[in-house]
């Protein structure tokens, strides 16, 4: 079965400064995705990125952007200006081919004003 | 569109007592998964339904069980209640379309066991 470790349970930031949450995975198959969920306090769990392992060039969505090493099986998401709203629990997440998703026990991520 | 909604928010029940919770998925998703959530574990995936037919089952006992309708609304059930089964339960929908199979939650349940 897939296992997603994220080894940071927690981590902090100043606020405009540049963080980076690790996440790794152990998995037999070659086709899968990969994602970064977001929950807030008030419970939402909302996705944040997503790479599917196919594709070479990291995924980027404006100040989120990840590292993904595919033979490590290293999935990183570095958030860049941290901002006062970006103080989640953050969540990395496996499909696998069969649909089924893995995630791993967050990280709680703290901005310092 | 609407989102996923999960009904109650929060519940309170005594140790034997079971319980319903119900999941309304995105309009159009015939995908609803639902997990388990309590600090240190993460989410720990219980089952998934599509078109009425469960899935995917995880590693829990079978006290936890499930079902979904045609109009793809799902119902979590859990019998005979613990104390170990407080936890946050996180409802997820998706439309499975390849690539676009992104699970979309719900604010979840709480459900505190006494």
């Known amino acids: 079965a897939q296992t997603v470790t994220q080894s940071q349970p927690e981590m902090s930031v100043q606020e405009a400064e540049t963080v980076t949450l690790s996440c790794t995975y152990d998995t037999s198959e070659s086709d899968y995705y990969l994602f970064w969920y977001k929950q807030p306090p008030s419970r939402q769990m909302i996705l944040v990125i997503r790479?599917?392992?196919?594709?070479?060039q990291n995924a980027t969505e404006n100040r989120f952007s990840v590292n993904f090493q595919k033979a490590a099986k290293s999935f990183s998401l570095k958030i860049s200006d941290s901002q006062l709203g970006d103080a989640a629990m953050y969540f990395c997440a496996y499909r696998s081919t069969g649909n089924q998703f893995y995630f791993g026990t967050g990280t709680s991520l703290t901005v310092i004003p | 569109k609407a989102g996923v909604t999960q009904t109650p928010r929060y519940l309170i029940k005594t140790r034997g007592q079971q319980v319903t919770l119900s999941c309304s998925p995105i309009s159009g998703h015939r995908s609803v998964s639902w997990y388990q959530q309590t600090p240190g574990q993460g989410l720990q995936f219980l089952f998934e339904?599509?078109?009425?037919?469960?899935?995917n089952k995880g590693n829990f006992p079978g006290r936890f069980s499930g079902r979904q309708f045609s109009n793809s609304r799902s119902e979590m059930n859990v019998s005979t209640l613990e104390l170990g089964d407080s936890a946050l339960y996180l409802c997820?929908?998706?439309?499975?379309?390849?690539?676009?199979?992104?699970?979309?939650f719900g604010a979840g349940t709480r459900l505190s066991v006494l």
């Open positions: 790479q599917e392992a196919y594709k070479q």
């Open positions: 339904y599509f078109s009425e037919t469960q899935r």
């Open positions: 997820a929908s998706s439309s499975l379309t390849g690539a676009l199979n992104i699970q979309y």
